[in-house]
């Protein structure tokens, strides 16, 4: 797949302006500060100030006055807006002709997924995608963070993620085109030597950084509904499910992982559920795409592989007395 960059420099003092980058300059001047441009841009704030600064290291000056609050671009910056502009979108209708070109004559299609849904779901996409001729499928792992940016730079044609149901923002609503194809359940287990802990007042965590998704649905979703009395006691701390999960099956902690990841350990109880005793959390497996740009191949896909795609059980869609039982859990925990 095609990367677009604009290249500024020879090759003695090179470096390259990406596309994104610019975007993340004009999404700054557009919304006022770093806290709506994150927003605008998908990414948490903490990981747009890091793209901020590697923009700024990358090119070896000052792009933003951190001497205002809120921080906004240098005024010189701020001139340059409408070149940048200009530059964006040539950039894009370039990217979109390369990437037209290459899908047609290749075959090639890139997903990006979270790490336990590359576990967990890809392989079921891509068996999907095998029934296209001469398809070749590559799949990229990251959080959803890194997911998003791989979507909105254009390096993949779609990307498979968690979300919480009912949690969508206008922004994602706005800028992706999204569908659901799965349901998962974020629930907690353990080793079956530390199956008593969910009676003891003190619960050893293994949790995941506040930063990447799973942390912000155990801050918001999960957390908060423990007692009162119990104190929450944290062993460890991975951003990686996969981690986590290498961490309960070692007796470390109760981790809250995916079921659809967690399936076969709990069958053959090397893990057990705590999911009676403590809070759990209903997730959806979604699709996104980018709302403008699609070419044919990827429109196909789109509208009669990602509607039709058969997920095993575990993995279909809830039904509605599931999710009921899922509130008694809440209200009784």
């Known amino acids: 797949m095609a990367h677009v960059t604009c290249i500024d420099r020879n090759f003695e003092g090179e470096w390259k302006m990406r596309l994104e980058w610019i975007d993340d300059i004009l999404a700054v001047l557009d919304n006022g500060s770093l806290a709506r441009a994150a927003e605008k841009r998908l990414l948490t704030q903490s990981a747009f100030t890091r ?80 029934q296209y001729d001469d398809m070749s499928v590559r799949v990229r792992s990251g959080n959803q963070d890194e997911c998003m940016v791989q979507l909105l730079s254009g ?32 629930v907690p287990v353990c080793a079956p030597s530390l199956e008593e802990i969910a009676s003891s007042p003190q619960i050893p965590v293994i949790g995941y950084p506040e930063g990447v998704f799973l942390g912000q649905v155990f801050d918001r ?8 009395d119990i ?16 961490f309960a099956l070692g007796g470390l902690g109760v981790a809250w992982l995916p079921r659809s990841l967690v399936a076969s350990a709990l ?28 070419d ?30 899922v509130q008694t859990v809440e209200r009784t925990v």
């Open 267 to 294: 069958a053959h109880e090397t893990l057990v559920s705590l999911e009676a005793s403590l809070p759990m959390q209903a997730l959806e497996i979604r699709a996104f795409r980018l709302r403008d740009g699609q």
């Open 155 to 186: 390096e993949v044609d779609f990307a498979v993620m968690y979300t919480v149901p009912g949690d969508q923002t206008a922004v994602f609503e706005k800028a992706f085109e999204t569908r659901q194809i799965g349901s998962d359940m974020l």
């Open 296 to 325: 044919t191949q990827t429109d196909s896909i789109w509208h009669n592989i990602l509607t039709d795609i058969v997920l095993p059980a575990n993995l279909k869609r809830f039904p509605d007395a599931f999710s009921d039982h």
């Open 221 to 228: 979703m999960i957390a908060p509904r423990f007692r009162a």
């Open 51 to 130: 793209r901020v600064r590697l923009i700024e290291d990358s090119i070896g000056t000052e792009l933003f006055d951190r001497r205002r609050k809120p921080v906004t671009v240098m005024a010189g910056v701020e001139a340059l807006a409408p070149e940048m502009r200009d530059l964006s979108l040539r950039l894009r209708k370039m990217r979109y002709r390369l990437k037209t070109s290459s899908s047609q004559t290749n075959g090639k299609m890139s997903i990006a997924c979270q790490h336990a849904i590359t576990t967990t779901v890809s392989p079921w996409i891509v068996r999907a995608l095998a």
């Open 231 to 246: 104190t929450i006691v944290a062993k460890a701390e991975t951003a990686l499910t996969l981690a986590a999960y290498e």
